[in-house]
């Protein structure tokens, strides 16, 4: 849940990043906004270059000069936080020189299908402030960390940025950012080392993109930022200013509740009323008609309807759905005419299987190597599997069709098998007329008609939705787990807002954590399953694992990817004393700290208590009574849902 960010080497951070900017705009604004930005880049660079000077003149690293570097540092970040509401979008990776958290990246940009994940090294401000904590540290070392912070801002000063910022599109979707981001990442601790500087960065933050608004407004009063978002910006400064210095006591529910996601509303609504474009490949996965951050539709990771996502009549989409839900319990697309997605994703236990660690396998005197996760939500992921393996729920789905050790069929097993059934072959046939570049019946037909079942599945919400979304009360129990998740739990850092999985802000690529999940409840071995190494074999990657979803959490149960724990106090107890390192295991790229989170008992039941509250209203799941009929005689009998 939380980082170990001075770890030697961490993690993958999968960001979908960018650029295809406008070239130009139909709104280009005078060129007063674009000086204050060249100025403030200036002063920045002006600092941070006597930083380096200041380091370079060093004979060695000690005591007192490091305590300098430290504060010298703090005050530099807080001059980068005065123009992040820029540079984060014009160029996020650039950006990484300055304020990278992680020392190793992998980037894949979502688009697997197109390329390899590729090795990025961080740099920057967290990087040298972690790095001043090593032992042995040295300047040559630290040098290394801030010089490429130097080439980054002179990139930033270049016209092709500035003309992309003197656009009113640019400043829109830079606010959507940083709206998204003070909810999910500027509040967390996720790149702030010291969390005695978070509520002074955030400060910083703010009045300086009040300023910017203000600014704004003189200079394009034809497409200004509304008083009603003002007085909202307001309140939220005068709010985190009452705050105090200590972070653990921030009160991060009123935050985004009373002003947060209020803020992204009223620009939602902007944006949607100026009819603005974005030219920036940073926002692909944004949805322009959301208008709360706790909104279901926020993000698009996935072709909810695969091939059948151009179907707009209704009654056929009808159809398809309920194919779906006859094929979801149909042993049918098995082997051997036992084996159903429901055999593993038990409908009436929320789509998992609740009652064993992992599943019975395709042999039915083994079990699947991984737990099975809940299929509620799935929607809202780049990639799929513990791993990361696949990037489309079709292909997940066929894959696990044609996996020999869960239901061992083939494509052409299961073309036949679905050719054998009157009711299946008429249904597809009508169906591919819909499918004009598939004209024939492929598995990808199959897979889809499962993906158009199970797309309602995605849309629930949760008590705590409708709270801090301001229609529905919500426990003082709750609230204070959602503060200690989103804070000294440091549970945000991986798990996201709204999803509260692994994909953040801007919500275009997946996190991969390493935690040292146990080989079994007594942790005295870490468990061998590599993760995302099986994938892509990088060291960073050895026993990284998808972060899921913490909605509904408290009924889907077991939990990690071997299903090692049968409670969620066993999973917070784990993560309170600094998962599998804290427990002893060898884990050198853990990427959850080691130290104890020292939670109190009270603490652990409120967090306990939010997590409950994400427990999502409204799934009622009953498999059908009966199956399409097979002339073929190993199918002649079968079993809604499968014998095992």
């Given at each position: 849940m939380r980082k170990r960010l001075s770890a030697a080497i961490t993690l993958i951070t999968f960001s979908a990043l960018f650029i295809a900017l406008l070239s130009s705009s139909p709104h280009p604004l005078p060129e007063n906004l674009s000086m204050h930005y060249s100025g403030s880049l200036t002063t920045l660079s002006t600092r941070w270059q006597t930083l380096i000077h200041s380091v370079e003149s060093l004979e060695k690293l000690d005591t007192g000069n490091i305590q300098e570097i430290r504060d010298s540092i703090h005050q530099l970040r807080l001059s980068l936080k005065r123009v992040d509401f820029w540079l984060r979008y014009l160029d996020p990776l650039l950006y990484k020189k300055l304020n990278a958290p992680l020392p190793v990246e992998w980037e894949v940009e979502v688009f697997e299908k197109f390329e390899s994940p590729y090795r990025?090294?961080?740099?920057?401000?967290?990087l040298a402030e972690l790095y001043l904590d090593e032992p042995d540290a040295n300047?040559?070392?630290?040098?290394?960390?801030?010089?490429?912070?130097?080439?980054?801002?002179s990139d930033f000063s270049s016209d092709s940025l500035k003309k992309v910022l003197n656009t009113v599109e640019c400043y829109y979707f830079s606010n959507r950012l940083f709206i998204l981001n003070l909810a999910a990442i500027y509040t967390t601790g996720f790149e702030c080392p010291d969390q005695k500087q978070i509520?002074?960065?955030?400060?910083?933050?703010?009045?300086?993109?009040?300023?910017?608004?203000?600014?704004?407004?003189?200079?394009?009063?034809?497409?200004?930022?509304?008083?009603?978002?003002?007085?909202?910006?307001?309140?939220?400064?005068?709010?985190?200013?009452?705050?105090g210095g200590d972070y653990s006591q921030f009160d991060h529910y009123t935050f985004i509740n009373r002003y947060v996601n209020k803020l992204y509303q009223i620009n939602a609504k902007q944006i949607k009323t100026l009819q603005l474009r974005s030219g920036s490949m940073i926002d692909y996965s944004l949805n322009n008609n959301a208008e709360s951050i706790f909104s279901k539709n926020l993000f698009v990771a996935q072709a909810r309807y695969g091939l059948f996502s151009g179907v707009s009549d209704k009654q056929v989409l009808r159809e398809i759905e309920e194919t779906g839900r006859f094929l979801f319990s149909d042993p049918l697309l098995s082997g051997n005419g036992k084996r159903s997605c429901a055999s593993c994703h038990k409908p009436d236990q929320f789509f998992t299987d609740t009652t064993r660690r992992t599943p019975v396998a395709f042999n039915p005197s083994s079990l699947v190597a991984r737990n099975a996760p809940s299929l509620l939500n799935v929607f809202h992921n780049h990639l799929l599997l513990a791993d990361g393996k696949h990037y489309q729920i079709e292909e997940q789905i066929i894959g696990v069709i044609y996996n020999p050790n869960e239901m061992g069929n083939t494509e052409e097993g299961l073309l036949r098998n679905i050719a054998s059934s009157k009711y299946y072959r008429e249904r597809f046939e009508k169906f591919a007329r819909y499918t004009p570049a598939y004209p024939k019946v492929t598995a990808r037909h199959v897979a889809s008609a499962i993906l158009v079942y199970l797309s309602d599945y995605s849309d629930f919400e949760s008590p705590f939705d409708r709270a801090i979304n301001g229609s529905f009360g919500i426990s003082k129990a709750v609230k204070d787990g959602f503060n200690v998740f989103m804070g000294k739990a440091q549970c945000a850092t991986c798990h996201f807002v709204p999803l509260f999985n692994g994909v953040k802000p801007p919500y275009t690529g997946s996190e991969f954590e390493v935690i040292g999940v146990p080989a079994d409840t007594t942790a005295k071995h870490l468990s061998e399953d590599t993760g995302r190494y099986t994938v892509h074999q990088a060291d960073e990657m050895k026993n990284a694992f998808r972060t899921g979803t913490v909605r509904n959490a408290a009924r889907t149960m077991p939990y990690m990817h071997n299903g090692v724990f049968s409670t969620l106090d066993q999973v917070l107890q784990f993560y309170n004393h600094g998962?599998?390192?804290?427990?002893?295991?060898?884990?050198?790229?853990?990427?959850?700290?080691?130290?104890?989170?020292?939670?109190?008992?009270?603490?652990?039941?409120?967090?306990?208590?939010?997590?409950?509250?994400?427990?999502?209203?409204?799934?009622?799941?009953?498999?059908?009574?009966?199956?399409?009929?097979?002339?073929?005689?190993?199918?002649?009998?079968?079993?809604?849902?499968?014998?095992?």
């Open positions: 990025r090294d961080g740099a920057g401000l967290i300047k040559q070392v630290l040098l290394s960390l801030l010089r490429p912070g130097v080439e980054a801002l509520v002074p960065e955030l400060i910083a933050m703010l009045q300086a993109n009040r300023f910017n608004s203000t600014l704004f407004n003189a200079q394009f009063p034809e497409h200004q930022i509304s008083p009603e978002y003002h007085h909202v910006y307001d309140g939220c400064i005068e709010f985190v200013k009452k705050q998962g599998g390192a804290g427990h002893g295991l060898s884990v050198i790229n853990q990427t959850l700290a080691s130290d104890s989170l020292h939670l109190s008992a009270d603490e652990m039941s409120n967090l306990k208590a939010f997590i409950t509250a994400l427990n999502e209203d409204g799934f009622i799941q009953e498999p059908p009574k009966s199956l399409p009929q097979s002339h073929l005689k190993t199918y002649k009998n079968r079993i809604v849902g499968g014998n095992y």
